[in-house]
């Protein structure tokens, strides 16, 4: 095994624990999830560009720019009376709540121009041999993200298909840490799914 194979097998095992890390602490709602999602990416961007998944290494940039997003949200998302600032007198952390039915055209219109776009990307100016998975995977997780930035409840339903997909799909690339970490996110996703409606409840 060259050493290039043994730095990224390395970088896959740091990665692997470090996401259950983060799964740990999103199936909690903690807010400290996104200094995790900060480091998470950047340790993936360079998994993923060496494995030949452009998709997913793009969508890696995209998590570094939602963590800083997702963070501010949680902890001053639901405003007092007075708006004008960030202040913790006037604001309070973001509480979980359904995703509303009107934004699933909107929703599902993002992703439809997502996919496309990823997968023409990928087919035209790239040597990607997973174009189409890829492009599923990453347009999703670009919904799911933004649905986990916004404390809906149901973004864990948008994991779970993501999680089984990928988790197909790195099987596929022989990235077996990362293979099994996603059939592992897959079922911790149920449980978050039912963790956060009794917290939901509890708010």
Known sequence: MSVANIMEAALEFIGTVVGLLYIWLEYK???????????????????????????????????????AYGWVLWKYGKKGDNT??????????????????????????IFSGCFLLIAWILIRFTDSN???????????????????????VEQWTVWIIVDIVSAGLYVYKELYFTAALYALYAIIAVFGYKKWLEMMKNQ
């Open 84 to 109: 004008s600032d960030l202040d913790d007198s006037t604001n309070s952390p973001l509480p979980i709540t359904h995703f509303p039915l009107k934004l699933v055209p909107y929703v599902s219109l």
């Open 130 to 152: 997973v174009p189409w998975m890829d492009s599923f995977t990453t347009a999703l997780s670009i919904i799911g993200m933004w649905m986990l930035a916004k404390k809906y």
């Open 29 to 67: 709602a903690s807010i400290h999830l996104w200094i995790v999602s900060i480091i998470m990416p950047a340790i993936y961007l360079v998994v993923y560009y060496q494995a030949g998944l452009y998709a997913d290494f793009g969508i890696n940039i995209y998590y570094l720019v939602v963590a």
